[in-house]
């Protein structure tokens, strides 16, 4: 019996070293303070201007090795050989993973290894890749569970609160909203962790500032809260938190908890249902699709009776969960995509929503109303004032 490829081989080497695979691969473009425990951002050496948080390479779980390129997700993703292909090629071929075979060949000094020892390592690889998948199963239950308790400990009451001040400075009224949905939440004094000191492994060490935020609950298609979308408020709500001193490159909005194949429900289309019945709706219900929180409900000001959800940014557009009960899709497009790996991504999760065989219509703001609804009712109540 023929031992193990030379590909397996070489992988189970990679992943074994990760961590210092990166930190060679990447140089520079692997900040530790980009380290967090489960995953790695790392700035694409290959792009101009590219920035950490564009970029992940995940640590942790039966992913471990993966990486995307969150501009460019349909070419720049692959396993830990494709990700040493891309870095040292620049492209991801057969050409490009031969190299990448033979970088790892000799640094582990693959060749010398007899039949016995490549076998024996082999199957170490195998038991790990299982109890990876065990681990991830466990800690997606946990996340799930973290994410749960975290929103329900949030204030449900958000009129009059600094999340209701935030959103009328973005030129939306909740009072004026019908259907209005239970998935936006108030926390005072929420940790923003990508502030936190971290050693030199990227270990966490302590706490990070507190900002009020508002908190939205990610749900799955088994109606259960799966993580958490921060949006960190300056001082009464007044906008969003300067989290610029903490790196020039961070957002003061953050997910807690992987997001794929969820969605936020933020308005019912008129009804008052609950946020376990959300996706229990009329099998002609009509889903309009948006990337941000702040669009979702500027819809919902301008059209009251569509169902407005919310996927957190255009790589939950193409991992939103089937259900029975969606009876078609409005999906409004930005218009800042200037990019064609951006279209293509777009396209790409256009095409699979309309394999399901429901209407599918996109629409976006004409170009001069700014890149989106709530830019454009922004737009019109400066022009109003």
Known sequence: MSGPSRFAVAKQELLTDLERVVADLFGGNAQMRHKRGSTWNVANP?????????????????????????????????????????????????ASRKAAIEWAEDRYGIREMDPAEKERRAQEHREKQEELKRQAEIDAAANRTRARKLFYSAEAQILDTPVDIYLQSRGIDLRAIKGLGHAIRYLPNAEYWMGAPHDADGKKMGKGPVF???????INDNHQIAACHFTFLADGGAGKADVSRFGDDLSAKLMMCPTSGLFIPLTNGGSLLNLKEAVQVRSTDMWTLHEGVEDSLSTALLQPDLRCIAVGALAGLGTLPRHPNQGGFLVMKDNDWCKPQVELQFNKSIARLRSWGKPVEVANMPDQWGKDVNDAINRETEHDG
């Open 46 to 94: 290959h792009r101009a201007n590219s920035k950490p948080k564009q970029m992940v390479v995940w640590l942790s779980g039966a992913v471990r090795g993966g990486f995307k390129d969150f501009t460019n997700p349909d070419v720049v993703k692959g396993d830990v050989i494709d990700l040493v292909a891309f870095v040292l090629e620049g492209r991801i071929d057969d």
């Open 212 to 218: 009020d935020a508002m908190l939205c609950a990610f």
